[in-house]
């Protein structure tokens, strides 16, 4: 037992890594299924998945992830055809699987029921089909297993209303003429009893006969089993039915829950990189080196970057005092010491550092599942993963990221009919956008869906008692933060809890990063997310504005000019100034934070913002100085002008100026 306790993390670090490989393997073989080197990893990798279970004595896993092997072999050798509804089954015993991994990790130990699923697994290893309850004459109802979760939650909730669901199959006189026309008579003496809530073949080809004779339909009513089953057989040219009450207890769970989803992403999660160099050192004959890489604990590294930024104060405090008191003997060792603790720094930042598509890749499923859920044709497009970021900001990505993404899917992506009245395309577009500017990440999640409708937002606002009198339209769209907010009349279970976006925002900020949403009505909404590259040291540019000073993060600086009064013009009521023949607003700092200024301002320091230029005007420059950033709290924690504070050589605290939201207003 002790052997065993002691191999369990990895064990938990492992089977995630090779999950989220499968995962993104398969939804690749859905879009490419004659890529063969696909087949290959993915059968690698649930062959490693069973030894790990069975070494850990998870007979449950082992044996499901054996039947998935099974089938992954008929997929390699050709005899089994890969098709949405395989693809579906198999994304349905990962989803299993990763729940019983959550369970042991969480100490939980429980029987899990997989007959159902392991059934469907070998019908498909023998060639019948999985997806539907045969009879022997081949006339079936819909399999319970295919149910998704919009079904499943319209049942429930019908239960909760007193009303029955019931799985339905029709099968048509071999000499009906007219099958659209009998279909649409069944249907409609149907929905006059209660509702219909799926059809298998869909509306479309019912209406123009283009089907078998055999129909499928799930439905709702407060009528009892025979009695549904006489109004079917009230109609004519009906070879045979099938009426069965649904009881969900006997199904399998078709996805995950959005909190499972969120839950997946875990501080201390392994990086592809490890993974390839085992890869990479297992391939080369002869080659008998241990793994030069070792799992460490995130709480380990953050106790790390916290002393070395402990260092970079105290080494800025002692060339304060060598350079006060003129220690001319130190200078030597002090520069010693400043060149290793600089290299600390970049060390324990490269380590911390982590690319953005450890949260981003797992998103491409999700997209996926949605897609089948809200019946909408989407796609989702993923630009800059390579980004990196502190993996104590990655690791918390993930909850804002899969609010947004759902609510573009669910309330920004229209319906195909929709869609196809404003000339638009079927499907619709979701960017997910991630690149470096300066010392922070920007983050953009883009849809081209409807828009956020200002008027329903003040409407929905006034009926939960916010004041919306003199807010622009921008500060209107602003409140879908507030929290309980919401303008959705009726929940899903995707989003319109008015949870949501208020828990994104909170996220967001506790990160040190700010949230800003910009919407054009059917034309899409645009929500970027500002993060800072590293929670701890950056370099920066000391300034003097007034009386004080203050730090600027030098990663966004261009270039810094000294500039005669008569160079700054007046332009449409704004300061300007003139750089490589475009038109740079001017902002004087001391204005914007309420300081007086007894200098002339001649110093301009020349900043990019995305693809804008900005001018600062401050009084004077100090120089170049590495710092350690610390956070505010209390009333300073709410200003949006400042990233943090910092301790300087002489002691003193100084404040780090938030450029962006500085420049925010004269860039609106």
Not at 168 to 181: F, P, Q, R
Not at 445 to 457: A, F, H, W, Y
Not at 515 to 527: A, N, P, R
């Amino acid at each position: 037992m002790d052997d065993t306790t002691k191999y369990r993390d990895l064990f938990f670090e492992e089977t995630d890594e090779y999950l989220q490989t499968l995962n993104e393997c398969i939804l690749e073989l859905e879009e490419h299924p004659e890529e063969k080197g696909l087949l290959d990893e993915i059968f690698r990798s649930a062959h490693t998945l069973k030894g790990m279970a069975a070494t850990m004595g998870y007979k449950t896993m082992t044996e499901l992830t054996h039947s998935m092997e099974n089938v992954f072999e008929l997929f390699k050798n050709g005899t089994l055809k890969i098709t949405a509804e395989t693809i579906t089954l198999i994304f349905s015993c990962l989803d299993k699987l990763a729940e019983i991994v959550e369970d042991l990790r969480g100490d939980i130990e429980k029987e899990y029921d997989i007959s159902e699923i392991l059934k469907s697994l070998e019908a498909l290893s023998s060639g019948e089909k999985d997806v539907k309850n045969e009879t022997d004459d081949g006339f079936s109802i819909i399999s319970l297993n295919s149910l998704d979760n919009t079904l499943r939650m319209l049942i429930n909730n019908g239960k909760e209303r007193s009303y029955d669901a019931y799985n339905i199959a029709v099968k048509l006189d071999e000499k009906c003429t007219l099958k659209g026309a009998r279909s649409y008579l069944i249907i409609n003496r149907l929905e006059q009893i209660g509702d219909v809530i799926h059809l298998d073949p869909p509306a479309e080809k019912l209406e123009e006969g283009n089907f078998d004779r055999v129909f499928r339909i799930i439905f709702l009513s407060q009528l009892s089993l025979d009695e549904v089953k006489e109004n079917i057989n009230d109609n004519v040219e009906i070879e045979d039915i099938i009426v069965e009450e649904i009881d969900l207890s006997k199904a399998q769970e078709f996805t995950p829950k959005i909190e499972e989803i969120a839950e997946e992403v875990k501080d201390g999660e392994s990086v592809k990189e490890e993974s390839d160099t085992k890869e990479s050192s297992s391939s080369k004959s002869g080659n008998h080196a241990m793994n030069q890489s070792i799992r460490v604990d995130l709480s380990r590294l953050d106790r790390f970057m916290n002393l070395v930024s402990e260092l970079v104060i105290y080494r800025t405090r002692l060339e304060d005092l060598s350079t006060k008191y003129k220690a001319t003997e130190i200078y030597e060792p002090l520069e010693n010491v400043e060149r290793i603790t600089s290299e600390l720094q970049d060390l324990v930042l490269k380590i911390r550092m982590q690319p953005v598509k450890v949260v981003l890749n797992r998103f491409p499923r999700m997209i996926r599942d949605l897609s089948q859920e809200l019946d909408k044709d989407l796609e989702l497009l993923i630009e800059g993963e390579e980004t990196e970021l502190d993996r104590t900001v990655v690791s918390e990505l993930a909850e804002p990221l899969v609010h947004l993404i759902r609510n573009a899917a669910d309330h920004g992506i229209e319906s195909r009919e929709a869609r196809r009245e404003l000339g638009k395309a079927e499907k619709g577009l979701i960017n997910l956008t991630a690149y470096q500017e300066g010392n922070r990440v920007i983050l953009i999640v883009k849809d081209d869906g409807r828009g956020i409708n200002p008027e329903i937002i003040e409407k929905s606002a006034a009926r939960k008692g916010i004041e919306t009198k003199g807010l622009s339209e921008r500060d209107m769209i602003n409140l879908i933060f507030h929290p309980g907010f919401s303008t959705v009349e009726h929940v899903t279970n995707v989003s319109g809890r008015g949870v949501g976006m208020d828990v994104v925002k909170q996220k967001i900020t506790s990160l040190g990063g700010t949230i800003d949403v910009e919407s054009k009505i059917d034309e899409g909404s645009t929500f970027t997310i500002k993060l800072p590259l590293t929670l701890s040291i950056i370099q920066a540019l000391m300034v003097n504005i007034g009386e004080e000073t203050f730090a600027l993060p030098l990663g966004i600086i261009e270039k810094i000019v000294k500039v005669e009064k008569e160079e700054i013009v007046l332009s449409h009521d704004k300061e300007i100034y003139v750089y490589r023949e475009k038109m740079v607003p001017v902002i004087r700092i001391n204005e914007k934070l309420g300081i007086e200024s007894t200098r002339e301002n001649n110093h301009l320091i020349l900043i990019t913002l995305g693809h804008k230029y900005y001018a600062l005007l401050v009084d004077d420059l100090i120089g170049q100085q590495e710092i350690a950033i610390k956070k505010l709290s209390g009333t300073l924690g709410n200003m949006k002008e400042y990233l943090g504070a910092t301790i300087l050589g002489n002691g003193d605290i100084t404040l780090i100026l938030d450029v962006g939201n500085l420049c925010k207003e004269e860039g609106e």
